[in-house]
């Protein structure tokens, strides 16, 4: 239903996107930073948020603007209105193989950038989330839904199978799970999704923003640099074999051990009190 909604809405969209090759990120998303959290919220319902190409610099931008600051410990993403993200506009794919290729890689670089990111980057979704809008946001570290929101990859219906939504859900979701949503384009639930895999945690919307908060804090209360580092070797890992993750993976530990946070982290532990980060 969202999808075909967006197919009226994007000669509107495309339009737009005309009008300005490159646009700021007030104008398609708005940035607040408090406390060490920053929170990305894609803000044009008008087109569904659909990831066009300006919207997806837009929220690049947004992801990778002082990034090494040591004072930015996570990022949340999130969207106005009730559909997270209808995916990309078929409207400026159409017929231009060109705009095809630079749209796809657009949001694999996205997607990369957020698993590249120093600190943690959780989704937030109260809404619906399909096709390319589910690819980016089961691609973040964490998801966070309402039990109410809906996630779906249903391009097949119009001819165009999610295939780049189906790396980001495959890599999430049990085969029978994943080929069920990519095959059908049926959406489910997120308390579907978070029973499948999809996302991390599904709650009453009225305390998504609670949980995402203690979330935030329980981040906040680590060392970045244990995080980053952590992070860092999390994804690399994914790709290898068993025997060579965790012979990478004791090199990395013994690379952690030299952080001054953990020296400091293990003697706090022993003198039993907080740990005074330095986040170096």
């Given at each position: 239903m969202y999808l075909l909604r967006s197919l009226k809405l994007?000669?509107?969209?495309?339009?737009?996107?005309?009008r300005s090759t490159r646009r700021g990120i007030s104008d398609l998303v708005l940035v607040k930073e408090?406390?060490?959290?920053?929170?990305?919220?894609?803000?044009?319902?008008?087109?569904?948020?659909?990831?066009?190409?300006?919207?997806?610099?837009?929220?690049?931008?947004?992801?990778?603007?002082?990034?090494?600051?040591?004072d930015l410990r996570c990022v949340v993403l999130t969207a106005q209105g009730k559909v997270w993200s209808a995916g990309h506009n078929l409207k400026e794919l159409h017929n231009d193989p060109e705009i095809q290729s630079r749209v796809f890689q657009k949001l694999t670089d996205v997607i990369n950038d957020i698993q590249k990111l120093p600190v943690p980057v959780i989704g937030k979704v109260n809404g619906y989330a399909a096709a390319a809008g589910c690819q980016l946001v089961v691609s973040c570290d964490m998801v966070v839904c309402s039990k109410t929101s809906k996630f779906s990859t249903p391009g097949a219906g119009v001819g165009v199978f999610c295939s780049t939504p189906g790396v980001a859900v495959a890599r999430t979701m049990s085969r029978p799970k994943s080929a069920y949503m990519l095959m059908t384009g049926l959406p489910i639930s997120g308390e579907e999704a978070y029973?499948?895999?999809?996302?991390?945690?599904?709650?009453?919307?009225?305390?998504?923003?609670?949980?995402?908060?203690?979330?935030?804090?329980?981040?906040?209360?680590?060392?970045?640099?244990?995080?980053?580092l952590g992070k860092?070797?999390?994804?690399?890992?994914?790709?290898?074999?068993?025997?060579?993750?965790?012979?990478?993976?004791?090199?990395?530990?013994?690379?952690?051990?030299?952080?001054?946070?953990?020296k400091?982290?293990?003697?706090s532990f022993f003198e039993k009190r907080p740990p005074n980060w330095k986040h170096q």
């Open positions: 994007s000669k509107y969209a495309t339009a737009t996107a005309l408090e406390q060490g959290v920053r929170e990305i919220t894609l803000n044009h319902p008008k087109t569904l948020n659909s990831l066009s190409l300006d919207m997806m610099c837009a929220i690049q931008d947004a992801l990778i603007k002082d990034k090494d600051n040591l029973i499948s895999g999809l996302v991390t945690r599904a709650v009453p919307a009225e305390e998504l923003d609670k949980e995402i908060n203690e979330i935030a804090s329980a981040i906040k209360a680590k060392s970045r640099a244990v995080i980053s860092e070797f999390y994804y690399k890992q994914l790709a290898m074999s068993q025997c060579e993750a965790y012979a990478a993976a004791q090199d990395k530990m013994c690379e952690n051990f030299k952080l001054g946070d953990t400091e982290g293990i003697t």
